[in-house]
């Protein structure tokens, strides 16, 4: 697959809401999907701003938005870091920010670094290639408990202790190097596929992914400096594609939104909370069946969107 394709596109840039000479960041780049039709709707005076901790996804998604009419800045850096990019560059606040979390079609199908259950590759995992452990350093020095923690945190595994307990006693055997060392341990440990309906390694996969990269920490740090970044009627749009990554996006939009949070019978507010953001939809957009027979990795996707105030 040369590029990722670009899931609920319509709807993030309907939620945007761009101003052609605004300054817009994807914090997650990837193939430059989005970016390429955000890029669209910004004139000579508009910027992107484009991050990813990938190599190569930097490198595809440079090519194809180069020649666009507004300025592009492609920068590889955690959104985690958005604050220190933006400092860096001397921008205090943008207009706008998208964060498409997940994986893309590329790194699945096409990075040989082991994020697919279905193709034998070395289990490694990193999405920034320069991150100090892969999934198989993990997976091979992790105590028993550590694993099965991993396990039942980021993937809500229900055989987490089973799994882990076969992992340890597999690597004393031979060290896990591969994708598919690690499928047959599963394997061995779930029932036949068709009772599951999901592939017995996809809770697993994902666990050590979101582990490997520490996506939930780094979701945290975005979503604690988001608000000091984006100015007064700015917008903050948000994919995510698991039920961990749904929950804390929500709640921390929920959040944003309460006034004073003191106790109903404080005589006056101690608190000085401010109203950050108001959600542009109360329920998150899910793509419609169309969209997902299309391209079927939108499936468990969820829109959220909340504007600055
Ligand atoms: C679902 S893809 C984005 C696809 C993109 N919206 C497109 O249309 O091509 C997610 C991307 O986020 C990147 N990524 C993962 N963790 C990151 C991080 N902490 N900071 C920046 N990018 C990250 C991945 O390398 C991947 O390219």
């Given at each position: ?59 595809r998604?440079?090519?194809r ?11 590889r ?6 604050d ?17 979390l ?18 034998d590759e ?16 993990l ?27 076969a ?11 591969t ?19 999901k592939?017995p390694?996809?809770?697993?996969f994902?666990?050590?992914?979101i ?16 608000p000091?970044?984006?100015?007064k ?14 929950r ?48 079927p ?13």
């Open positions: 697959m040369e590029f990722h394709e670009p899931v609920l596109v319509e709807e993030v840039l309907e939620a945007l809401s761009i101003d052609p000479h605004g300054i817009y960041v994807d914090a997650t780049l990837g193939t430059g999907g989005h970016s390429s039709r955000i890029l669209k709707r910004l004139g000579a005076s508009g910027l992107l701003i484009g991050l990813d901790v990938d190599p190569l996804a930097l490198e998604a440079g090519q938005l180069s020649g666009a009419e507004a300025r592009v800045e492609v920068v850096s955690s959104y985690a870091d958005l220190l990019v933006l400092e860096r560059l001397g921008i205090k606040r943008v207009q706008g920010v998208l964060l498409d997940g994986i893309s079609s590329y790194q699945l199908e096409a990075s040989g670094r082991g994020f697919s259950f279905s193709r070395p289990l490694d995992m990193r999405m920034d290639p320069d991150r100090a452990a892969t999934a198989a350093q997976v091979n020095t992790l105590s028993e408990r550590e694993l099965a923690d991993i396990l039942k945190k980021f993937g809500e595994e229900p055989r987490a202790k089973s799994i882990a307990r992992i340890v006693k597999e690597r004393k055997r031979e060290p896990i190097r994708t598919f060392q690690l499928v047959k341990i599963i394997e061995s440990h779930s029932p036949p596929r068709g009772a599951l309906g592939h390694a996809t809770r697993a994902q666990a050590l992914r582990a490997t990269n520490r996506e939930l920490e780094n979701l945290n740090s975005f979503l604690e400096k988001i000091g970044l984006i100015e009627g700015g917008r903050l749009v948000i994919l995510s594609y698991h039920s961990l990554e749904h804390m996006v929500k709640r921390a939009m929920v959040e944003w939104e309460k006034e004073c949070t003191c106790p109903k019978d404080f005589p006056h507010c101690v608190c000085d909370k401010e109203v950050l953001f108001k959600r542009v939809n109360k329920r998150a957009i899910m793509p419609a069946d169309r969209e997902i027979k299309r391209n990795r939108a499936r468990s996707a969820q829109l959220r969107a909340a504007e600055r105030v």
